[in-house]
């Protein structure tokens, strides 16, 4: 879905899309997709790469926002999908920051249990079915994506070094999407009204991503005794490609560590990060011993970021799923 797709439906022209931010292009599903299809094949491709059988696997999380039915949760669709019938698989949404606060989840499962060795975390979201399009300010935005990384153990001195999860529930109503749950229903009279589309506070949320970027930086990178010097990559939601770069400017993260794919791809929400960590791995590789920061904000407001040894060299590898083999649970 190109910008002059795009400018055609929200009646912006394509120069202001990619001058507020930096996006020149984004994906959308196919009218028979849903969150699980994307899903199932991200989860395929990162069991492929890393070389495991889906019957191998301890836990499935799936981040989303944009689950297929409001139940069952999405992680049982795919896990169905993949054979992985020793998993137990469920969902987390803190909308634009569920792949980080999954894979946090899932760490902490398979460090808890002795017994357990390997969790595939994936992020996925449809935004496009639930976007606003009179709304031009958030509708430029979004595309659709998944991506999934498998999480296992390593030494002691690589992998998941340390993370940080925030919430402020005082800010919940900066990103909503009003109907739909217990409190509103969506009915024929609400889904008129817009009940069921996105909504964003965008100057608001801007204010906060300001804020608790550098913030949340410092405070992962201080917890190991590191610097923003240290640090070889981030990995951050992409949310709007002009926005991420002053914020990292700001916190002292050089342009060349800081990875993008929003001009690409636009804010595919949940999706973001793994996507992300999958066009580094094809790109430039990421090399054992590097410092690794994954770093995702969304709405609650929520944020988290992990701090990641790499744990092996991944240069000219091609999928997420052998790049986060070695993560350590």
Not at 13 to 32: D, K, L, N, P
Not at 89 to 109: K, P
Not at 233 to 247: I, S
Request: charged letters at 20%.
């Amino acid at each position: 879905m190109t910008n002059e797709a795009l400018a055609a439906r929200t009646g912006v022209t394509a120069e202001w899309i990619v001058e507020r931010t930096g996006i020149h292009e984004r994906r959308f599903c196919e009218s028979g997709q849903a969150t699980s299809d994307l899903a199932g094949h991200a989860a395929r491709r990162a069991l492929e790469a890393a070389e495991l059988p889906a019957e191998l696997l301890d836990f499935i999380v799936v981040g989303t926002s944009t689950p297929d039915f409001p139940q069952p949760a999405t992680a049982v669709v795919v896990q169905a999908a993949l054979g992985a019938d020793k998993a137990a698989a469920f969902d987390v949404n803190s909308v634009c920051a569920s792949f980080v606060y999954a894979l946090d989840t899932a760490r902490g499962l398979l460090t808890a249990d002795p017994n357990a060795r390997y969790a595939l975390v994936i992020g996925a979201d449809i935004y496009s079915r639930q976007m606003n399009f009179d709304d031009h300010r958030s509708a430029v935005l979004f595309g659709d994506g998944a991506g999934a990384v498998v999480l296992g153990p390593v030494d002691d001195d690589h992998g998941i070094l340390t993370s940080r999860l925030l919430s402020d529930g005082r800010l919940s109503e900066l990103v909503k999407v009003a109907g739909g749950g217990s409190r509103s229903p969506l009915t024929p009279s609400s889904l008129l009204a817009g009940e069921g589309l996105f909504t964003m506070r965008g100057r608001a949320v801007r204010e906060y991503v300001q804020q608790v970027v550098p913030d949340l930086l410092c405070a992962v990178l201080k917890e190991c005794d590191l610097t923003v010097e240290d640090v070889d990559l981030v990995v951050p939601h992409q949310a709007n490609a002009v926005l991420l770069r002053d914020c990292f400017s700001a916190a002292g993260v050089a342009p060349d560590k800081l990875h993008l794919t929003c001009p690409f791809y636009g804010n595919t929400a949940a999706a973001s990060i793994p996507v992300t960590l999958d066009d580094v791995v094809r790109r430039r590789g990421i090399e054992r011993g590097d410092v690794v920061v994954l770093l995702g904000v969304g709405g609650g407001m929520s944020a988290g970021a992990s701090l990641h040894r790499w744990a092996g060299t991944t240069a000219g590898l091609s999928g997420v799923g052998d790049a986060e083999r070695a993560v350590r649970s």
